[in-house]
């Protein structure tokens, strides 16, 4: 067996574990960039990464549609009254330390991601229990469809039990997949070694890092030099001088997140729906996705893709919100005036909004900048400021957000509507989603599909929802999001997850 050795969460510098394999090297080392920081084991804080490693695992998986999958549970079972779900375990997994997975570490591991940040904590379970070695039963206080999705996320994995401290801290990163910990350099770089005693499809490639890119440029640059094999989310205009080179290929991939204004409806200038709908229709949608970010075809009326069927709208369209009126009779409706400089006033205040939005994704500043030149163009004087993206919660909470730019994860869980009750409930809209804004028919609408398992019946009630949301314009979208992907030809095998769970590096090799 390998063992990973016990990490505190304080360590900065590397850490390694033994392995049976050469030190990493450029020739036995897979190497990815991106653009995310890590600072912690806990997979509740940074298993986002731990997962598209492969070093953590969940009950269950989800195919490219959102489809529930056998992960480390084989089967499941709902009961008739759908309060108690029924999961029967894979035999002979271990976990990186050598021990074997059973129904009291995965209690262990569920447990104690549900005292912690993530959708586990709110879900209705009142009961997590191991039936027998290869059996764990969740209860619930009532019925929730969303629950296999929720245990498919990140936070979710499954550790093992001497991977946790006794206040259910993270020691070490004990999980259960095709890799296991090699270096541990937050808030950085990490490096894993391929597990031998894995329980599926083993991996050729005997180690992979992942590097924290800030900058755009930088990222490009190690595509371009071969630094890094694997490039994820490229500043769109570099596309076509990388297509170009004969040691890449580019991937362009849809996946379920959208980039999305977020309002706070609350401010004097955007309370009114009709001001929320001159915004819209002053955004130009069609050049952003042509000009801007290089994908014709990408520009979003919703906010969820037509692929998430469930909650997009057949019957809308760019004309049927053009139905409206125009930017400037729909402001003119609710006494804004232009001045002698052309810009919008009511009783002497000027019309003024502040964007704010994040470098992480380099296409948002271009697009920011963008939609402030549209909206200058009706007379709103607008401002773009560039900040982190912990600013937009924080701005959230504390009311002194206008506009946000943001880039809205709809696959965070797989069923979209664990965000879409994070994003609107009856708690007035979350960090990332509505602010200022509550619809009580939308947020019992919600509650309700929590607890409908019958398909015609969700499918219309989601409907009604998108509309509601549509209707009202708590959040304007813009795009949906294509990513962006630079793969270096000496590496076969790529396939991309538009739920971003995994990089599947198990799938991957080297071309020899």
Not at 65 to 91: I, M, Y
Not at 251 to 277: C, E, Q, Y
Not at 377 to 392: M, Q, Y
Not at 410 to 416: K, L, N, R, T
């Given at each position: ?37 890590f600072t ?17 695992e ?37 976990f ?73 801290d ?104 009709n001001?929320?709908?001159?915004l ?54 609710l ?46 004087d ?60 939308l ?70």
């Amino acid at each position: 067996m390998l063992s990973v050795a016990v990490l505190s969460v304080s360590y900065v510098a590397p850490v390694f574990t033994h392995s049976a394999y050469a030190t990493p090297n450029v020739t036995n080392t897979l190497s990815i960039s991106a653009a995310f920081e890590f600072t912690s084991l806990d997979p509740s804080k940074n298993g986002f990464i731990f997962s598209r490693m492969q070093m953590l695992e969940t009950l269950v998986d989800v195919d490219e549609n959102g489809l529930l999958l056998p992960a480390l549970a084989k089967s499941w079972q709902v009961s008739d009254d759908a309060k108690t779900w029924t999961f029967e375990l894979r035999d002979k997994v271990y976990f990186h330390d050598g021990s074997l997975m059973d129904a009291d570490a995965v209690v262990n591991s569920l447990r104690i991601a549900q005292g912690k940040h993530g959708a586990l904590r709110t879900a209705p379970v009142t009961s997590i229990e191991a039936v027998d070695e290869s059996t764990v039963a969740i209860t619930l206080s009532r019925p929730y469809i969303l629950l296999g999705a929720v245990l498919a996320n990140y936070a979710n994995s499954v550790l093992s039990l001497d991977a946790y401290g006794k206040n259910g801290d993270v020691l070490a990163l004990s999980g259960t997949g095709p890799y296991q910990l090699y270096q541990f350099s937050p808030p950085h770089k990490l490096v894993v070694d391929k597990f031998e005693d894995y329980w599926g499809k083993k991996a050729s490639i005997p180690y992979a890092s992942y590097l924290t890119g800030h900058r755009a440029e930088s990222r490009v640059l190690q595509a371009r030099s071969g630094q890094a094999d694997i490039v994820f989310g490229l500043d769109p205009a570099s596309l076509p001088s990388l297509k170009r080179l004969p040691n890449l290929e580019v991937h362009s991939n849809p996946i379920p997140r959208t980039i999305v204004l977020k309002l706070n409806s609350g401010h004097p200038f955007m309370k009114d729906v009709n001001a929320r709908k001159a915004l819209s229709l002053a955004i130009n949608r069609q050049g952003i996705a042509k000009g801007i970010l290089r994908v014709p075809g990408s520009e979003a009326d919703q906010l969820l893709p037509t692929s998430m069927s469930n909650w997009h709208l057949a019957n809308v369209t760019s004309k049927t919100e053009a139905e409206a009126g125009t930017p400037e009779s729909l402001l003119a409706s609710l006494g804004w005036k232009k001045n002698s400089n052309g810009m919008l006033e009511r009783e002497g205040v000027p019309f003024h909004l502040t964007i704010i939005t994040y470098a992480d994704r380099p296409e948002l500043t271009t697009v920011a900048t963008a939609i402030q030149a549209q909206w200058q163009a009706i007379g709103i004087d607008t401002k773009v400021e560039v900040t982190n993206s912990s600013a937009i919660p924080m701005g959230h909470q504390d009311g002194s957000l206008d506009v946000a730019l943001i880039a809205r994860n709809y696959g965070f869980i797989a069923d979209p509507l664990g965000v879409m009750l994070s994003d609107f409930g009856s708690n007035g809209g979350g960090d990332w989603g509505a602010m200022n804004w509550n619809n009580e028919k939308l947020s019992a609408d919600l509650m309700t599909l929590e607890e409908t398992s019958d398909p015609v019946k969700y499918k219309k009630m989601a409907q009604h929802s998108a509309q509601i949301i549509y209707d009202e314009r708590p959040m304007i979208p813009v795009s949906s999001y294509v990513q962006q992907t630079s793969v270096n030809k000496r590496v076969k095998g790529f396939r991309f997850d538009p739920f971003e769970r995994s990089f599947y590096l198990n799938e991957m090799e080297f071309v020899k």
